[in-house]
Nanobody
Framework: QVQLVESGGGLVQAGGSLRLSCAPS????????MGWFRQAPGKEREFVAT????????FYSDSVKGRFTISRDGAKNTVYLQMNSLKPEDTAVYYC???????????????????WGQGTQVTVSS
């Protein structure tokens, strides 16, 4: 397993933007498919976005498509989640996750991921 550290969460008004970052502990970052999930109070953890090893493929949940963008910077060993047009229903703890297997295609299954970060809180006020 690889250690993951998220940052960038906070409080923002509806319609605003935030950018989350995730920095894996290993320099073999490029060998992992990376994903973002979120969990709101009283709800199950749900898929948000995923990106392939080389960044060439991405997949989003319908609830964030067109508003969120996942990307990765190999030089900085970091994966990002740019969140625009935020809504109160985006309020959740956001988790970064790593999958050591090759790109599985457009899949948001939690079971694909081997490693998880500790989460960062995102709160969107109305």
């Amino acid at each position: 397993q690889v250690q993951l550290v998220e940052s960038g969460g906070g409080l923002v008004q509806a319609g605003g933007s935030l950018r989350l970052s995730c920095a894996p502990s290993e320099r073999t970052f490029s060998t992992y498919v990376m994903g973002w999930f979120r969990q709101a109070p009283g709800k199950e953890r749900e898929f948000v976005a995923t990106i392939s090893r080389n960044g060439g493929s991405t997949f989003y949940s319908d609830s964030v498509k067109g508003r969120f963008t996942i990307s990765r910077d190999g030089a900085k060993n970091t994966v990002y989640l740019q969140m625009n047009s935020l809504k109160p229903e985006d309020t959740a703890v956001y988790y970064c996750a790593a999958d050591r297997s090759p790109w599985r295609g457009p899949s948001g299954s939690r079971s694909n991921y081997d490693s998880w970060g500790q989460g960062t809180q995102v709160t969107v006020s109305s």
